[in-house]
């Protein structure tokens, strides 16, 4: 049997790149905070007042991920959770004064480093890369929350 093109390989590819984003992240914008722990901020900027379920969901982190992100965050001073006044068994996130700080720091950092990262692409292309992208990530996500049980190829 010949071995695989792993090319062709949609998981081997993203691992690929998941590695180059992760270099270029820490050389590049930050090795105290980590790409998700940006995103969450990115979304809090964005959105002020968010729990902490919802933030999971804009970002895609499940609820363990996210809860940890959260906490990291929290203990670094960037984010003040508030008790909510209609539901007081969750909290609201918003970012404190640092945390915005943080955010707009890095924010001119992620933007250099996207420049880097998508250098090989024309304009064009990384229309198509996106959407492309996106499309794979939305149907990931599905398969994460399947309304019916997935079924297996024999």
Request: a positive charge; aromatic letters at 4%; glycine letters at 4%.
């Amino acid at each position: 049997m010949a071995a695989a093109d792993l090319t062709t390989h949609p998981g081997h590819l993203a691992r690929r790149l998941q590695q180059a984003h992760w270099l270029l992240w820490n050389t590049m914008v930050s090795e105290e905070i980590t790409s998700p722990q940006y995103a969450v901020l990115n979304t809090l900027v964005d959105e002020p007042g968010l729990d902490q379920r919802t933030v999971g969901e804009r970002v895609g982190l499940d609820r363990s991920t996210i809860a940890e992100v959260i906490s990291r965050l929290s203990r670094r001073g960037l984010l003040d959770k508030v008790r909510d006044p209609q539901d007081g068994r969750r909290s609201l996130l918003r970012l404190t004064d640092e945390g915005a700080r943080t955010h707009r720091r890095l924010t001119v950092r992620t933007a250099r480093m996207n420049q880097v990262f998508l250098a090989p692409l024309s304009a064009d292309e990384r229309t198509v890369f996106f959407d492309l992208l996106r499309r794979v990530a939305d149907a990931a996500e599905n398969l994460r929350h399947p309304e019916e049980p997935l079924a297996v190829p024999r």
